[in-house]
């Protein structure tokens, strides 16, 4: 038994041997491979700000400017015409965002890497309750959101 043990250090040693060496550049461009693209717009030029409190409305819950996932915690949204708005940008390419709210439900908006996309969505609810915000995003993504409800 304890022979077998310095032979899978030596298995493991040589692996990485031949792994590390596997990796290195030998000077020769890779052809196959596509070069990365960039955006015609840099989205660090971009201003992403918070959303706009609507007249006649008070902010309930807010976050950002954040990346990726975040929980903002418990929302009390009441009777009525609520706003849940999230303006978001991603670093590369068209990122997705996802806002739910687990006792109403979810949307799911597009972010572009070129323009800070500012997205505006009414609740109009019968009754209040409680629910939960929650955001989820990849990294590359920067958002701010905000939920309204009457003042």
């Known amino acids: 038994m304890f022979s077998l043990r310095p032979v899978r250090v030596a298995a493991l040693t040589a692996a990485l041997v ?3 060496t596997g990796c290195t550049n030998s000077g020769q461009a890779d052809t196959d491979k596509p070069s990365p693209t960039t955006s015609s717009a840099s989205s660090a030029a971009v201003t992403l700000r918070p959303p706009d409190v609507r007249p006649g409305y008070k902010e309930v819950a807010s976050g950002g400017p ?3 996932d975040w929980d903002l915690g418990p929302v009390r949204l009441v009777e ?3 706003w849940v708005n999230v303006n978001c940008l991603s670093d590369t390419g068209t990122g997705k965002l996802t806002l739910t709210i687990d006792t109403v439900g979810a949307f799911t908006v597009d972010c572009p890497s070129d323009e800070a996309r500012i997205n505006v969505n009414q609740l109009d ?3 209040g309750r409680k629910g939960r915000l929650h955001i989820e995003t990849a990294d590359r ?3 701010t959101a905000s939920i309204q409800v009457p003042s």
């Open 125 to 127: 609810l019968a009754e």
């Open 18 to 20: 031949v792994a590390a």
């Open 80 to 82: 009525g015409v609520s």
């Open 66 to 68: 954040r990346r990726g």
């Open 141 to 143: 993504v920067r958002w």
